[in-house]
């Protein structure tokens, strides 16, 4: 069961109304008289709420794209060895796999969220998710070294031998899936990265992608990653402020 706020900016109507879905209808509650009486506040406390709003978004999408600028160093260099990584991944897919009897010929994929951009900062669930697990692997490695790429390779081995997962995707870009849960072999891969790092529990395996990383020489461009990287903080640090004042 789930309890989901309906209202702007994050509408979800629901699928099956009445079968399924149930809506609970506030107005039916409300003092109308009490309300019509605060009308102008109303309107202008609701107009600076979609301003700020507006404001935490757009410091969203700017942070994305400075970390995207991040990301695009290791690739633009050469500083990563696909080969390498290739081969790293190969052996770690049959590690998992290896002698795990296939669950199903038609395995599902539950979407889902572990992280969230929050008028408090970015709040995370990780723990909760991955700590009763029997085993995690922990991807450690500077954004750009293929953390993410790894996650979706696991995840595409264990749909082809008939696994059902869970994929937690990134709050800040939904497209990209930062962890993966394969419930029936009791594993997580968890992405552990800024803002959600992970420290490893005993019997865990950590992978460190910087192993297939050659440092970049070049002083201009090694200034250049770390100056989106601070624009990447910056806009994150400006988000939370934006959604904070929208909430208060």
């Not at 406390?45 to 978004?57: K, S, V």
């Not at 199903?104 to 998710?129: C, E, M, Q, V």
């Not at 700590?131 to 595409?156: A, F």
């Amino acid at each position: 069961m789930a309890i989901i706020d309906g209202t702007a900016p994050h509408i979800v109507d629901p699928k099956n109304p009445g079968a399924v879905d149930k809506i609970i209808h506030l107005g039916d509650y409300w003092n109308e008289q009490g309300l019509k009486a605060h009308k102008k506040e109303i309107l202008n406390l609701n107009q600076e709420i979609a301003r700020l709003f507006r404001r935490a978004y757009s410091y969203l999408f700017a942070a994305n794209l400075f970390l995207e600028e991040v990301r695009s160093y290791y690739k633009e260099t050469g500083a990563l060895s696909v080969g390498g990584f290739d081969r790293a991944v190969l052996a770690l897919v049959h590690e998992v796999f290896t002698g795990k009897p296939r669950q199903t010929d038609s395995p599902k994929i539950r979407h889902l969220f572990g992280t969230a951009n929050t008028p408090d900062g970015t709040i995370s669930y990780l723990d909760t998710i991955v700590n009763h697990l029997k085993k995690r692997y922990i991807i450690n490695g500077d954004d750009g070294t293929g953390k993410t790429t790894l996650v979706r390779r696991i995840m595409e081995a264990a749909q082809m031998r008939g696994f059902d997962v869970e994929a937690y995707h990134c709050a800040l870009n939904p497209d990209r899936i930062e962890h993966l849960v394969i419930p029936r072999l009791d594993i997580a891969v968890v992405n552990s990265v800024e803002p959600h790092y992970y420290k490893p529990q005993n019997g865990d395996t950590v992978v460190d992608t910087m192993a297939w990383v050659i440092e970049l020489a070049n002083e201009t461009i090694a200034t250049e990653r770390n100056m989106a990287r601070q624009m990447y903080r910056r806009c994150m640090e400006e988000a939370t402020e934006f959604l904070s004042r929208a909430k208060k």
